[in-house]
């Protein structure tokens, strides 16, 4: 059982917070990502857990057992850093074997699992090489095999994919991925890259400034994003957002912008009370009905085609209308001209409505 | 490479020529004085005679139980400071270059002031510390005062050298189980080994040249070669000036051996050790 | 077989559980302790002392007494003849060191810039009068000039320019020349590489604009290389002034400080006063003064070489 809780976690460098307080429960088995862009505070909270950082406020419980104080090696969890950390005096085999000869176990069995380990990663001839001589993606296996041969409880993973090219990342993704399913250890993993949290983790924590913003199931943190924040971190492209004015009267809903009515009628009730909003509403590109300009339907506006991206599979279609742009996806063969006039229609249920003082979630 | 100067190839060489000239010129007089006879070279013109070349004078310098004594002097105190300075160095600059340690721009301003400090000025109550703690014409005595001059060079030394090393390493190695000495002793230092070496030969040749030191704090025990040789240059009459050629050749033998040994080390530590 | 989370002893945790969870300032600290240790007694102790005796009047030669004169040993060193004297010659000696060891390891320093072959070889050999002592570099250099068989002698009479052999340290600016030339030999080495570091850290593109711009080879050299290494030229004539003010070894055995006085430097100066005039609180003065004097420059030195630097950065 490794079921990481992180209770109030801070941790401040002089007068500058770089994590304010952050409470997590990470479950036995689960892949938990730690999201958000360079110092929101991921990586020192991720430290923390391991023990390389001292906490300056919080607590930190493994499976039941406070190890706040604990030395990193003392916690049974083992971690794969951004740029490998291999020791480059080592040859590869020393390399993975050196927390075991630390815990000073007998030859035989390091040898046993160290080979063990390499060759479930296709590094088993490897394992006399200096590391000067390993490309990056052999680096990054033997960085992996390292962490896993320890047989931790935890594994924590620092960014361990942005070093490398495009074609390289996918692959390593997968193969963590793979990993994870066979192995099943609870792991920690920090990015900024939101399309790798999604597709690599049960739950994922977005933060921002030392703190938590969104902490969920990754589809949950997609679909409904309580945060204006999270909502355009997550998503690729990201989410569109009109800022105005929301009226609401009984079924019926109204929102305006400089340029822009939209009615809704029928809207199942309750959603939200009577009056008016302020607010930052927001719609996903595939959830933006793309129609012809001779549709006329209330849910939506006119504006013209400025800018095409197609990507094969999909094109979005970045439409403007006065000061607002937003993007649909289309099927290609589907996909208008650029200059054309069109018609976006955004249906009530596709809506993320948000405070536009509070950013939060209105809907 | 910047070609910066079209200067024709015959012209470097010439010019790198005059360099060698110079730098090795005084040296290589005073080798060549060291196997020859002193009639040769104090006739006018100078009379080299190939044939009378000899190592006799270095057989009686070595044969004289006071240079040797003083040789051994240099050879042991040297290398001791050397071994001190940089356990010790290693334990200082590692918290310095890593470790949150309070008041540690303190420290580090101390230790860069403390590096330009003159001999001079420590020489007099450095006797008479010495001489209190009877100290005084010892190796222990020449030994703790060389360090102790040393160690803030040392420091600065194998901090910067520390420093480099990337973070991630030593996290790396405290996950794996090391204590945070056992990641400086199994990582960093292994890592760092070039600039280490850079740091001993330092400590050793800078200890080996001391002279103010040596001069004041010690008699007849404990003399270096370095005063030994003065004295020798000193005497106004002596017996053959061979001979005291064949000593100066010997003192500036190990450094100048390190050097040709070592070279690529100390041209990677002058260019980190005068980083501030 | 899965890593058990080791529980911490139920009573005391063990000395090495202690020392592995000590927090970081707590073991720097110890870490710290020899070092300081060793520094406190025998350089800070030390300094302390020298400061306290530059206070006193110590003249051993008189009375083993010291007598607490507040800073009139400082005062009195200002009128004293023979301070004024020597730190003429000092600043003589640390001009003519400065004008000689800086063009040459500027020269140097281009030439090993080159490609050509040998180069490493060379870099070896010219590294060689760093490994020599001082104290052996003026035995060297006494050597070569000496009167009844030195080199120099030798050539140019050989080479006809003179008729009979000259006594060179006899004659005072003369001294001082030579003992210039010595420590230029010596400091040759290490200005040599810094300056080498520097150039080799520009970059080749920059050449190759000023190429395009129509800078010829003289003109490339004024508008980007000596910019470049502005700021490190700078911090040599800082650390060749220091050099000249510490400068005592070489003055030992190639003169003594003769002929008379001729060759008196500052830092020798305090080694007559301290130790055969026996006037140690003039002595300790006059060091205390010249110390202050090297820490203050080397101080500036870093500051002058990258305050160029961050302009150089800013104007491209």
Known sequence: MSRVELRGLS???GPVHAVRNVSL???DHAFVTLLGPSGCGKTTTLNMTAGLEPVTGGDIVLDGTPITGWAPHERGMAMVFQNYALYPHMNVFDNIGFALKLQRRPRPEIDQRVRATADALELGALLGRRISQLSGGQQQRVALARAMVKEPRVFLFDEP????????????????????QQLRTTSIFVTHDQEEAMILSDFIAVMRDGLVVQYGPADEIYRRPNHHYVATFIGKPRMGIVRGRLRIAGAAAEFLAEGLELRWSGIPLPTLADGEYEVLLGVRAEDVRLSSNTDSADDGFDGSVELLEPLGSDTFVEVRRGAHSLTARVEPEKAPRVGETVRLRLPWSRLHLFDATTEQRIN | MARMQRLRPAAVYALVALFLLWTVAPIAWIATMSVQPEINYVSVPPQLRLEQTSLRWYIAT????????????SAVVSFVTMLLCLVIGALAAYPLARLN?????????????SRMLPAMILIIPM???????????????????????????????????????????????????????????????????PGIVATAVFAFIGAWNEFLFGLILSTSKAVPVTVKLSSLVSTTFHSDTSLVAAAGMLSLLPPVLLVFVLNRFIVQGLVEGMKY | MQQTVSEPAAARPSLRQRLHRMGEARFGLLLLIPAAFLLLLFLIGPLLYALLMSLQQIELTISPNWRWVGLDNYLALLGERAVRESLGRTLVFAGLTIGISVFMALGLALLLNEPFRGRSMSRVLVLLPWAVAPVVAGVLWRYLFHSNYGLINALLLQFGIISAYRVWLDSAPVAILIAALATSWKTLPFLALILLARLQSIPEALYRAARMDGARTWGRFRYVTLPHLRGMLIFAVVMQTIVALQSFDLIFTLTRGGPGQGTVL?????????????????????????????????????????????????DG
């Open chain 1, 25 to 27: 429960d990470i479950p």
């Open chain 1, 161 to 180: 994919l942005s070093n490398l090219d495009a074609a390289l990342r996918t692959r390593m993704r997968i193969e963590i991925k793979r990993l994870h």
């Open chain 2, 101 to 113: 340690v309070p008041h540690r721009n303190l420290y580090l301003t101390v230790s860069v002031v």
């Open chain 1, 11 to 13: 941790k401040s460098f």
């Open chain 2, 127 to 193: 006797f008479l510390l010495l001489r209190w703690l009877r100290l005084l014409d010892s190796y222990l005595g020449l030994i703790m005062v060389y360090t102790a001059f040393l160690l803030p060079y040392v420091i600065w030394m194998l901090k910067n050298f520390f420093e480099q090393v990337p973070y991630a390493l030593e996290a790396a190695a405290r996950m794996d189980g090391c204590s945070r000495l056992g990641a400086l002793v199994r990582v960093i230092i292994p890592v760092t080994a």
């Open chain 3, 266 to 314: 500052l830092s020798y100066l305090v080694f007559i006063n301290a130790f055969e005039r026996l006037s140690l609180g003039r002595a300790a003065a006059m060091a205390v003064l010249l110390a202050l004097l090297i820490v203050v420059l080397g101080s500036l030195a870093p500051l002058l070489a990258s305050e160029r630097r961050r302009k150089e950065a800013v």
């Open chain 2, 62 to 73: 070595l044969a004289d139980p006071d240079f040797v004594a003083a040789m051994q002097t």
